[in-house]
């Protein structure tokens, strides 16, 4: 069935330092989103990509998604300890529109004043 | 908008009880879903359902169901609460009809549950 990797699972950087959390499909997605989830709080959506080798820039995160459409990233330059909190992607079936995504385990970042 | 509301924020529970958690929104999206989030594993889902009278199975349905009989609710039943049923719940909602540009989904503040 479907799955979505993603890796690390754990990041701990001191502040200024980059971070990269990595996503991998097992099959092709329609488009693939990202959503930061702050310590107690919820999942709140950043962005979503949907074309092939796109790539979307916010502020300090740069997001990509991969040319086959299976793998994604999301890079944050010189860390803030606002950046805390877990990013988790999710990916939707190519040719799907009826809603379901499937989440990644999330990447849990630490950043150390 | 409220957007998406989930009641209780905390309960607790005794084995083999049964309760209810709510969850309500207001922008009249087709697809609602309920998660489950445990330390190290994510969010996985547990029921979803795309529209009222709609709904399917996720990832851990057992010991829980759904019955979606309007647009705007989708509560979450438990039949005979068990200690791995502790968790923290998240109701979230998004379109779902093809055209939308950007289905992005939008999570209630979530329900934390204890059972003991």
């Known amino acids: 069935g479907q799955q979505v990797m993603q890796i690390p699972q754990y990041q701990h950087v001191q502040e200024g330092e980059d971070f990269t959390t990595y996503c991998n499909s097992s099959?092709?997605?329609?488009?693939i989103q990202w959503y930061k989830q702050r310590p107690g709080g919820h999942p709140v959506f950043l962005i979503q990509?949907?074309?092939?080798?796109e790539v979307k820039k916010q502020k300090r995160l740069t997001f990509q998604f991969g040319e086959a459409k299976k793998n994604s990233s999301l890079h944050i330059t010189a860390t803030q300890t606002t950046d805390v909190g877990t990013y988790f992607c999710?990916?939707?079936?190519?040719?799907?529109?009826?809603?379901?995504?499937?989440f990644g385990r999330g990447t849990q970042l630490t950043v150390w004043p | 908008n409220a957007g998406v509301t989930q009641t209780p924020k905390f309960q607790v529970l005794k084995t083999g009880q049964s309760m209810t958690l709510q969850c309500a929104q207001d922008?009249?999206?087709?697809?609602m879903s309920w998660y489950r989030q445990d330390p190290g594993m994510g969010l996985r889902l547990i029921h979803y359902?795309?529209?009222?009278?709609?709904?399917d199975q996720g990832e851990v349905p057992n010991g829980y169901n759904v019955s979606r009989s309007t647009t705007e609710d989708f509560p979450l039943r438990l039949l005979s609460a068990a200690p791995s049923q502790t968790s923290v719940y998240f109701c979230?909602?998004?379109?779902?009809?093809?055209?939308?540009?950007?289905?992005?989904?939008?999570f209630g503040p979530g329900t934390r549950l204890t059972v003991l």
């Open positions: 979230a909602s998004s379109y779902s009809r093809s055209g939308r540009s950007q289905n992005e989904q939008f």
């Open positions: 099959t092709t997605l329609s488009n």
């Open positions: 990509l949907v074309k092939s080798g």
């Open positions: 999710a990916g939707r079936n190519r040719g799907s529109t009826l809603g379901r995504l499937y």
């Open positions: 922008m009249n999206h087709e697809y």
């Open positions: 359902s795309v529209g009222a009278g709609i709904t």
